[in-house]
Protein backbone atom coordinates (compact mmCIF):
# COMPACT_ATOMS: atom_id res chain seq x y z
CA UNK A 1 0.00 0.00 0.00
CA UNK A 2 2.98 2.34 0.62
CA UNK A 3 4.26 1.90 -2.60
CA UNK A 4 0.61 2.20 -4.89
CA UNK A 5 0.18 5.50 -2.37
CA UNK A 6 3.78 6.60 -3.67
CA UNK A 7 3.15 6.41 -6.56
CA UNK A 8 0.13 7.70 -6.81
CA UNK A 9 1.32 11.46 -4.82
CA UNK A 10 2.15 14.85 -6.18
CA UNK A 11 6.19 14.08 -7.28
CA UNK A 12 4.24 11.00 -9.80
CA UNK A 13 2.02 13.84 -10.97
CA UNK A 14 4.56 16.33 -11.06
CA UNK A 15 7.08 13.81 -13.14
CA UNK A 16 4.31 13.22 -15.67
CA UNK A 17 3.57 16.49 -16.26
CA UNK A 18 7.03 17.02 -17.03
CA UNK A 19 7.12 13.73 -19.32
CA UNK A 20 4.18 14.66 -21.16
CA UNK A 21 5.24 17.94 -22.26
CA UNK A 22 7.86 17.57 -24.44
CA UNK A 23 5.64 14.92 -26.00
CA UNK A 24 2.30 17.08 -26.07
CA UNK A 25 4.81 19.82 -28.29
CA UNK A 26 6.11 16.77 -30.55
CA UNK A 27 2.73 15.85 -30.76
CA UNK A 28 1.29 19.56 -31.82
CA UNK A 29 4.32 18.92 -34.69
CA UNK A 30 3.12 15.58 -35.79
CA UNK A 31 0.05 16.46 -35.93
CA UNK A 32 -0.14 19.47 -38.57
CA UNK A 33 2.17 17.18 -40.54
CA UNK A 34 -0.63 14.82 -40.60
CA UNK A 35 -3.04 16.99 -41.77
CA UNK A 36 -1.45 18.45 -44.43
CA UNK A 37 -1.09 14.61 -45.54
CA UNK A 38 2.75 14.27 -44.87
CA UNK A 39 3.80 11.52 -42.87
CA UNK A 40 6.49 12.74 -41.03
CA UNK A 41 9.23 10.28 -39.46
CA UNK A 42 11.45 13.11 -39.05
CA UNK A 43 9.86 14.08 -35.79
CA UNK A 44 13.04 12.23 -33.59
CA UNK A 45 15.67 14.10 -35.32
CA UNK A 46 13.78 17.34 -35.00
CA UNK A 47 13.73 16.68 -31.11
CA UNK A 48 17.21 15.50 -31.03
CA UNK A 49 18.49 18.39 -32.84
CA UNK A 50 16.62 20.69 -30.86
CA UNK A 51 18.14 19.18 -27.49
CA UNK A 52 21.26 19.61 -28.46
CA UNK A 53 21.18 23.08 -29.68
CA UNK A 54 19.13 24.35 -26.13
CA UNK A 55 22.05 23.14 -24.14
CA UNK A 56 24.93 24.67 -26.43
CA UNK A 57 22.96 27.82 -26.95
CA UNK A 58 22.30 27.80 -22.64
CA UNK A 59 25.69 27.25 -22.39
CA UNK A 60 27.43 29.47 -24.89
CA UNK A 61 25.10 32.74 -23.70
CA UNK A 62 24.40 31.46 -20.11
CA UNK A 63 20.69 32.39 -21.37
CA UNK A 64 18.07 29.74 -21.18
CA UNK A 65 15.52 31.48 -23.33
CA UNK A 66 18.43 32.23 -26.01
CA UNK A 67 18.89 28.08 -25.80
CA UNK A 68 15.05 27.74 -26.58
CA UNK A 69 15.40 30.19 -29.77
CA UNK A 70 18.44 27.99 -30.68
CA UNK A 71 17.17 25.04 -29.91
CA UNK A 72 13.77 26.64 -32.56
CA UNK A 73 16.24 27.93 -35.61
CA UNK A 74 17.98 24.42 -35.41
CA UNK A 75 15.04 22.36 -35.83
CA UNK A 76 13.24 24.69 -38.17
CA UNK A 77 16.60 24.28 -40.30
CA UNK A 78 16.41 20.65 -40.28
CA UNK A 79 12.85 20.59 -41.11
CA UNK A 80 13.38 23.06 -43.86
CA UNK A 81 16.15 20.60 -45.75
CA UNK A 82 13.54 17.54 -45.14
CA UNK A 83 10.78 19.85 -46.50
CA UNK A 84 12.47 21.08 -49.75
CA UNK A 85 13.15 16.92 -50.34
CA UNK A 86 9.84 15.98 -49.50
CA UNK A 87 7.88 18.84 -51.57
CA UNK A 88 9.99 20.34 -53.66
CA UNK A 89 12.13 17.86 -54.53
CA UNK A 90 9.54 14.72 -54.27
CA UNK A 91 10.93 12.71 -52.73
CA UNK A 92 10.03 9.79 -50.18
CA UNK A 93 9.03 11.25 -46.94
CA UNK A 94 9.91 7.36 -45.58
CA UNK A 95 13.44 7.91 -46.85
CA UNK A 96 14.28 11.16 -46.09
CA UNK A 97 12.65 11.34 -42.78
CA UNK A 98 15.41 7.68 -41.75
CA UNK A 99 18.22 10.03 -43.32
CA UNK A 100 16.68 13.13 -41.07
CA UNK A 101 16.98 10.75 -38.04
CA UNK A 102 20.21 9.10 -38.60
CA UNK A 103 21.90 12.35 -39.43
CA UNK A 104 21.14 14.24 -36.54
CA UNK A 105 22.15 11.38 -34.26
CA UNK A 106 25.59 11.44 -36.04
CA UNK A 107 25.44 15.12 -35.97
CA UNK A 108 25.01 15.49 -32.52
CA UNK A 109 27.49 12.85 -31.46
CA UNK A 110 29.79 14.51 -32.96
CA UNK A 111 29.25 18.25 -32.46
CA UNK A 112 29.25 16.86 -28.74
CA UNK A 113 33.09 16.12 -29.28
CA UNK A 114 33.65 19.02 -31.40
CA UNK A 115 32.12 21.90 -29.51
CA UNK A 116 32.50 20.58 -25.74
CA UNK A 117 35.21 17.79 -26.13
CA UNK A 118 32.84 15.21 -24.34
CA UNK A 119 31.43 11.88 -24.74
CA UNK A 120 27.54 10.65 -23.69
CA UNK A 121 26.59 13.53 -21.65
CA UNK A 122 27.45 17.17 -21.41
CA UNK A 123 26.70 18.94 -18.16
CA UNK A 124 28.17 22.02 -16.84
CA UNK A 125 27.51 25.41 -14.40
CA UNK A 126 26.94 27.59 -17.60
CA UNK A 127 24.38 25.73 -18.85
CA UNK A 128 21.24 27.59 -17.58
CA UNK A 129 17.81 24.97 -16.67
CA UNK A 130 14.42 27.15 -17.81
CA UNK A 131 12.72 28.80 -14.53
CA UNK A 132 9.36 27.07 -13.24
CA UNK A 133 6.41 28.20 -12.80
CA UNK A 134 7.12 27.48 -8.67
CA UNK A 135 5.10 29.58 -6.26
CA UNK A 136 3.02 31.19 -9.14
CA UNK A 137 0.30 28.09 -9.19
CA UNK A 138 1.78 26.05 -6.27
CA UNK A 139 -1.08 27.18 -4.54
CA UNK A 140 -3.80 25.65 -6.95
CA UNK A 141 -6.10 23.05 -5.63
CA UNK A 142 -4.87 19.38 -7.13
CA UNK A 143 -2.27 20.10 -9.76
CA UNK A 144 -0.66 23.14 -8.62
CA UNK A 145 2.26 21.13 -7.54
CA UNK A 146 2.53 19.37 -10.73
CA UNK A 147 2.01 22.73 -12.32
CA UNK A 148 5.00 24.04 -10.34
CA UNK A 149 7.46 22.59 -11.52
CA UNK A 150 6.40 23.17 -15.84
CA UNK A 151 8.42 26.00 -17.38
CA UNK A 152 6.80 28.48 -20.01
CA UNK A 153 7.01 25.80 -22.80
CA UNK A 154 5.58 23.51 -20.56
CA UNK A 155 2.70 25.65 -20.40
CA UNK A 156 2.80 26.45 -24.17
CA UNK A 157 2.45 22.32 -24.29
CA UNK A 158 -0.46 21.99 -22.17
CA UNK A 159 -2.23 24.79 -23.67
CA UNK A 160 -1.44 24.59 -27.61
CA UNK A 161 -3.07 21.16 -27.98
CA UNK A 162 -6.68 22.13 -27.49
CA UNK A 163 -5.46 25.82 -29.16
CA UNK A 164 -4.30 23.98 -32.27
CA UNK A 165 -7.18 21.36 -32.45
CA UNK A 166 -9.42 24.61 -32.60
CA UNK A 167 -7.04 26.26 -35.32
CA UNK A 168 -7.77 23.27 -37.47
CA UNK A 169 -11.23 22.70 -37.48
CA UNK A 170 -12.65 26.05 -36.73
CA UNK A 171 -10.71 28.65 -39.29
CA UNK A 172 -10.74 29.35 -42.71
CA UNK A 173 -6.60 28.51 -42.51
CA UNK A 174 -7.06 25.22 -40.65
CA UNK A 175 -9.59 23.97 -42.57
CA UNK A 176 -7.39 25.03 -45.44
CA UNK A 177 -4.80 22.48 -44.03
CA UNK A 178 -7.28 19.82 -43.80
CA UNK A 179 -8.10 20.39 -47.47
CA UNK A 180 -4.62 19.77 -48.66
CA UNK A 181 -4.34 16.83 -46.64
CA UNK A 182 -7.82 15.43 -47.98
CA UNK A 183 -7.43 15.95 -51.66
CA UNK A 184 -4.02 18.44 -52.92
CA UNK A 185 -5.55 18.36 -56.59
CA UNK A 186 -9.00 19.58 -55.01
CA UNK A 187 -7.13 22.34 -52.84
CA UNK A 188 -5.24 23.76 -56.26
CA UNK A 189 -8.45 23.83 -57.79
CA UNK A 190 -9.58 26.19 -55.59
CA UNK A 191 -6.40 28.56 -55.42
CA UNK A 192 -4.73 26.88 -52.59
CA UNK A 193 -1.03 26.20 -53.38
CA UNK A 194 -0.70 22.50 -51.58
CA UNK A 195 3.06 22.52 -51.81
CA UNK A 196 3.54 26.32 -50.21
CA UNK A 197 0.88 24.71 -47.26
CA UNK A 198 2.98 21.83 -46.83
CA UNK A 199 6.46 23.19 -46.50
CA UNK A 200 5.48 26.17 -44.56
CA UNK A 201 3.55 23.30 -41.88
CA UNK A 202 6.87 20.86 -41.94
CA UNK A 203 8.99 23.84 -41.01
CA UNK A 204 6.67 25.21 -38.36
CA UNK A 205 6.86 21.66 -37.21
CA UNK A 206 10.37 21.64 -36.88
CA UNK A 207 10.58 24.80 -34.98
CA UNK A 208 8.26 22.77 -32.71
CA UNK A 209 9.89 20.11 -32.48
CA UNK A 210 13.01 21.95 -31.83
CA UNK A 211 11.06 23.47 -28.51
CA UNK A 212 10.36 19.68 -27.63
CA UNK A 213 13.79 19.39 -27.34
CA UNK A 214 14.39 22.22 -25.32
CA UNK A 215 11.60 21.01 -23.15
CA UNK A 216 13.19 17.57 -22.63
CA UNK A 217 16.93 18.95 -21.79
CA UNK A 218 16.32 22.32 -20.36
CA UNK A 219 12.43 21.40 -18.78
CA UNK A 220 14.40 19.59 -15.65
CA UNK A 221 17.71 18.29 -16.18
CA UNK A 222 20.06 21.32 -17.69
CA UNK A 223 22.02 18.81 -19.53
CA UNK A 224 22.21 16.68 -22.90
CA UNK A 225 23.01 13.10 -23.58
CA UNK A 226 23.58 11.13 -26.85
CA UNK A 227 20.12 9.87 -28.14
CA UNK A 228 18.60 11.92 -25.68
CA UNK A 229 15.05 11.87 -27.45
CA UNK A 230 15.17 8.11 -26.93
CA UNK A 231 12.50 7.23 -29.50
CA UNK A 232 10.15 9.58 -28.52
CA UNK A 233 9.74 11.04 -31.71
CA UNK A 234 8.81 7.20 -32.72
CA UNK A 235 5.82 7.25 -30.43
CA UNK A 236 4.27 10.06 -31.44
CA UNK A 237 4.27 8.67 -35.17
CA UNK A 238 2.77 5.61 -33.56
CA UNK A 239 0.41 7.39 -31.22
CA UNK A 240 -0.70 9.61 -34.40
CA UNK A 241 -1.00 6.08 -36.86
CA UNK A 242 -3.10 4.94 -33.91
CA UNK A 243 -5.44 7.80 -33.15
CA UNK A 244 -5.61 8.68 -37.48
CA UNK A 245 -4.86 12.50 -36.21
CA UNK A 246 -7.52 12.95 -33.56
CA UNK A 247 -6.44 15.32 -30.86
CA UNK A 248 -7.78 14.24 -27.49
CA UNK A 249 -7.17 10.51 -28.17
CA UNK A 250 -3.42 11.90 -29.22
CA UNK A 251 -3.10 13.36 -26.15
CA UNK A 252 -4.66 10.01 -24.13
CA UNK A 253 -2.06 7.74 -25.54
CA UNK A 254 0.41 10.02 -25.07
CA UNK A 255 -0.17 10.31 -21.66
CA UNK A 256 -0.23 6.50 -21.03
CA UNK A 257 3.83 7.06 -21.91
CA UNK A 258 4.41 9.74 -19.91
CA UNK A 259 2.30 8.06 -16.75
CA UNK A 260 4.44 5.26 -17.40
CA UNK A 261 7.72 6.78 -17.75
CA UNK A 262 6.84 8.56 -14.49
CA UNK A 263 5.86 5.68 -12.79
CA UNK A 264 8.82 4.29 -13.53
CA UNK A 265 10.94 6.54 -12.62
CA UNK A 266 9.31 6.54 -8.75
CA UNK A 267 10.04 2.45 -9.13
CA UNK A 268 13.64 2.83 -9.39
CA UNK A 269 13.42 4.43 -5.31
CA UNK A 270 12.08 1.24 -4.48
CA UNK A 271 14.63 -0.69 -5.32
CA UNK A 272 13.70 -2.15 -8.68
CA UNK A 273 15.59 -2.71 -11.48
CA UNK A 274 16.53 0.37 -14.05
CA UNK A 275 16.22 -1.83 -17.06
CA UNK A 276 12.66 -2.13 -15.98
CA UNK A 277 11.75 1.63 -14.79
CA UNK A 278 13.25 1.98 -18.78
CA UNK A 279 11.13 -0.08 -20.23
CA UNK A 280 8.10 0.82 -18.57
CA UNK A 281 6.66 3.99 -21.00
CA UNK A 282 7.43 1.27 -23.49
CA UNK A 283 5.87 -1.56 -22.36
CA UNK A 284 2.68 0.80 -22.33
CA UNK A 285 2.81 1.86 -25.36
CA UNK A 286 2.91 -2.01 -26.20
CA UNK A 287 -0.08 -2.44 -24.67
CA UNK A 288 -2.00 0.42 -25.94
CA UNK A 289 -1.35 -0.95 -29.20
CA UNK A 290 -2.92 -4.16 -28.54
CA UNK A 291 -6.16 -3.00 -26.86
CA UNK A 292 -6.35 -0.62 -29.87
CA UNK A 293 -6.19 -3.50 -32.19
CA UNK A 294 -8.40 -5.84 -29.95
CA UNK A 295 -11.09 -2.92 -30.23
CA UNK A 296 -10.44 -2.35 -33.91
CA UNK A 297 -10.93 -6.33 -34.86
CA UNK A 298 -14.13 -6.58 -32.79
CA UNK A 299 -15.91 -3.54 -34.38
CA UNK A 300 -14.78 -5.12 -37.66
CA UNK A 301 -17.04 -8.22 -36.94
CA UNK A 302 -19.90 -6.54 -35.99
Do not use: K
Amino acid sequence: MDVLTALLSEGTLASLTRALAPLLLLGMAGLLCHRVGVFNIALEGFMLMGAFAAVAGSAVTGQAYLGVVAAGLSGGAVATAFAVGVVWRRGDPMVLGIAVNLLVAGLTTYLLWAVFGVRGTFQSPEVRPLPQLGAAVAGLPVLGPALATLSVLGVLALAGLPAMNAFLDRTVWGLRLRGVGLDAEAAGSLGVDPRRYRFLVITFAGVLGGWAGAQLSLGSVALFTENMSAGRGWVVVLALLLTNGRVWPLVGVLAVFALADAVGIRLQTYGFPVQLSDAAPYLATLAVIVVVGVTRRREARR
